[in-house]
């Protein structure tokens, strides 16, 4: 976290940054239970962030709330954001399998943008947990925040999150020309790498028999 996100969130840095921890070691050991053979991983790598002060007051003033920081982690369910980046869609259900089984998490939501892309040509697969807030002795004290704390999970595959990653550059260009040919584009390159992903998941099969 850089200067400005820790002035943010003051003295809920800390617990935040722990139960990021503490979720990126829960999903690692459900990543590694599933990787029997490493070059059959199911998964090419895994990230996490703390959403920057700027999103969290622009998000919360979209939803009508006051932009504090405590109602920004009570009210927004990605205030901590994890993406997980697989090799083929296949995999994406088969870690998504393992997230609906966990004993400590609970799905709350969950948006199926590979089978219903947004009208953008955006694919991914979002999940919203909830996790236990820790109530160790070191934070006791927060007594404001509730049990539990929403958290969103991304899961793509390496084509989807190049596109995502392309198409976020763009979008933040300013004066571009050609807006609505741009678009149409880009819609066209989701489709094109989703049929890839398809064709690559079939092979994959096929060579798995």
């Not at 722990?18 to 990230?47: F, G, M, V």
Request: charged share 35%; aromatic share 8%.
């Amino acid at each position: 976290m850089d200067k400005e996100e820790v002035e943010f969130y003051g003295e809920y840095t800390e617990i935040l940054k722990y139960t990021e921890q503490e979720i990126l070691k829960e999903l690692n050991d459900i990543l590694d239970e599933l990787t029997e053979d490493p070059e059959r991983s199911p998964y090419e790598h895994i990230i996490s962030r703390i959403k920057s002060p700027e999103s969290v007051r622009d998000k919360l003033r979209q939803k009508g709330f006051a932009d504090d920081v405590l109602t920004g982690i009570i009210k927004l369910s990605d205030v901590i954001g994890i993406r997980i980046v697989t090799h083929f869609v296949g995999d994406i259900y088969l870690i998504l399998s393992r997230l609906r089984e966990h004993e400590t998490w609970e799905i709350v939501k969950e948006k199926d943008y590979i089978a219903r892309p947004k009208e953008n040509g955006y694919r991914s697969y979002h999940v919203i947990l909830k996790v236990p807030i820790c109530r160790e002795d070191d934070f006791a004290k927060f007594t404001d925040l509730p049990d539990s704390l929403n958290i969103e999970i991304q899961l793509r595959t390496i084509a989807m999150d190049c596109w995502a990653a392309l198409e976020h550059q763009i979008r933040y260009k300013k004066d571009v020309k050609n807006t609505a040919l741009i678009a149409d584009e880009l819609k066209r390159c989701a489709d094109e790498m989703a049929s890839t992903d398809l064709t690559m998941q079939t092979i994959r099969d096929v060579l798995m028999k």
